[in-house]
């Protein structure tokens, strides 16, 4: 068994603006630590310095916490973005994240941002050329980063492997880490009928730095993912699964539209929580079984 | 051009602009009896649209109002908006700076003002903080000394027009606050904003009272952040 790359910070939430002044004042006792967007603390391009970046500072006092942005734009055949990188790792110097995280997709081309996470085609030639991108940006950023696995609604006819295959040989060309999105896994799976399970199955489990669980819209007999529901119930069960055979990793809820009350909120923490301690007790009442 | 550009670019075409379906379906893209490419391509075209249409009403919520009061159809301005000023941002709060120009150049005045005035407050409402200084820290300068100082005033202030009235934007506990100010007050501030010093600002003005009146307004609501040399 191949030793971990990352570190198992616990369950935690993806902190957003509703929810900020509930850790400023105090840490919610169910949270271990917290995920950020980066694009939302970083400065801007017009060198405008964000105020919820004090708010950030402090909450990093309190919490172990991770940025995770939307526009890295690692897919796109557009070069990387120095300016975009340079003030992330402005951010990240001030912040000390306990990673750093974005898309395995591309968000815009020809220097146009589309503000959507596109797939990427699932070819050899990608696979080396986003390989070599990914190695240059943790060059710049001096750490290993973390991809995550977004939802998609179309592939690409000229793909020659399947996105768990991709993401397999990808990390470990680029030596970086992985965000699995078990919801991402979930839509994907029903728009492109595929069994999760075989995704799950083929990850290598030393790169998964993290994992996001949200909700997902449906429409029309195909899913979307809107992050403005709560956790279903066939996530949360891949969940479980996930943890009974792939073992324990950095977790949590992730939401973004229709952002309920914190207590709301929590009971999908405590759920996963719950999930957790139930797992870790059937793996104590075997090992006493075994003794 | 690589083949993933020409990729990248025939998709980018096909969910902010080019909806035709001989377009759409001349894409290589898998189908299945499930749902056909167009279906599939239409999930990326509604949320291209959407996600920007909900950052813009957050930012611009009374401009949206103006925009369906006297045009009646805001999704076509959406969408014209959208075609002429494609996002350059990584940050969809900062790509909303080009939708009050979209008036400007279309001399649209009403809709310009409107939206330039909700963009102060966006710019107001998102600036870092600093702390205020005291400005009896101007004592311990010589007379001489004070004529070559510079005031910095905190990255919340906003000078803004609507109307026929002129506006200091700051924030105050947190909220967004719009004072009506004279023109004097405006023009001192926007000097100030500048960067001129003391001497460059009393050459321009007609009273240095009026300067000091500005001083002590600016003080008193904790914007001044700064003195430099």
New interface residues.
Partial sequence: MKQKLFKNYGIGVGIRSPHVMQFLNEVPKSIEWGEVVS??Y?N???G???????NLEKMREKLPVALHGV?MNIG???PI?AD?LKRLKELANSIEPIWISDHLC?T?????????L?PV?FTK??LK?LSDKILKIQDFLGQRILIENVSS???????EMTEWQFIKELTEKADCGILLDINNIYVSSI?H?FNPIDFLKSIPLERVGQIHLAGHSV????L?DTHDQPVCEEVWKLFQWTEQNLGFFTSMIERDGNIPDWRELEKEILRAHEIRNGVKSEFAKKITASI | M????K???Q??EA??KNFEPEFLNSL???E?A??S?I???K??QN??FL??EESLEEDFPETFELIKKTKGDLRSQLRKFLKEN??????????S?IFPLFFDVKNERDLYESANFEWKKC?TF????KKAIDIATLSQYSEEEILTLKMELH??VQLATKGDHLYLLYRADSEVTTDKIDLNSYKIIDMILEGLNISKIVERISSPEELFRIFAMLSSRGLIVGIQK
Avoid: C
């Fill in positions: 694009e939302n970083m801007w391009q017009s405008l310095k964000p105020k919820a970046f004090s526009s796109s055949a557009d973005d975009y591309w815009g081309v020809d220097g146009e941002n589309i503000h959507d596109i085609p030639e990608n050329y609604y179309f592939e690409y006819t000229n793909a728009n009928s429409k029309d007999g195909y979307i | 690589n083949s993933l550009k990729l990248q670019l998709f980018k969910i902010t290589p893209l898998r299945t499930q749902f490419k279906q599939r391509l999930v990326y949320a291209y996600r920007i494609p996002s350059k941002f990584n940050n969809l709060g900062e790509y700076q710019i998102t600036a870092h903080h990255p919340a």
